[in-house]
């Protein structure tokens, strides 16, 4: 059973009208239901971060504290592996493309 509870919450101006706008694109049912998803991808979050934070504390108690160096090594070995992915260029605008095919 999906139980529903009621609730009040301020919210920055701009982040209402990211909610209105995400309603009348459709991406969400109502303002109500965007919310609902928002504090659903927060509230993982936090579980993620909790267990990252457990795992940290348990790895640093069996290896010792992670030092910047090792950081910092990690850090360019990801780097290192690292597939660069670009967005292609945005392709011309149908008057841009009338204007080319005119000349």
């Known amino acids: 059973m999906n139980l529903k509870h009621r ?3 301020s919210v920055d101006a701009t982040v209402l009208v990211a909610a209105q706008t995400a ?3 459709g991406r ?3 303002v109500s239901a965007w919310v609902n998803q928002a504090l659903h991808r927060q509230a993982e979050h936090d579980a993620r971060m909790r267990a990252l ?3 940290l504390s348990a790895y640093e108690s069996a290896y010792g504290a992670i030092t ?3 950081i910092r090594g990690a850090t360019r070995r990801a780097r290192a592996r690292a597939h660069v992915v670009r967005a292609r260029a945005a392709q ?3 008057k ?3 204007r080319a095919g005119a000349r």
Do not use: K, W, Y
Request: charged share 45%; no cysteine.
């Open 7 to 9: 609730l009040s919450a």
């Open 23 to 25: 309603v009348s694109d």
């Open 28 to 30: 969400a049912a109502n």
């Open 53 to 55: 934070d457990e795992f």
């Open 68 to 70: 910047e160096d090792e």
């Open 92 to 94: 011309a605008t149908p």
């Open 96 to 98: 841009r493309r009338r």
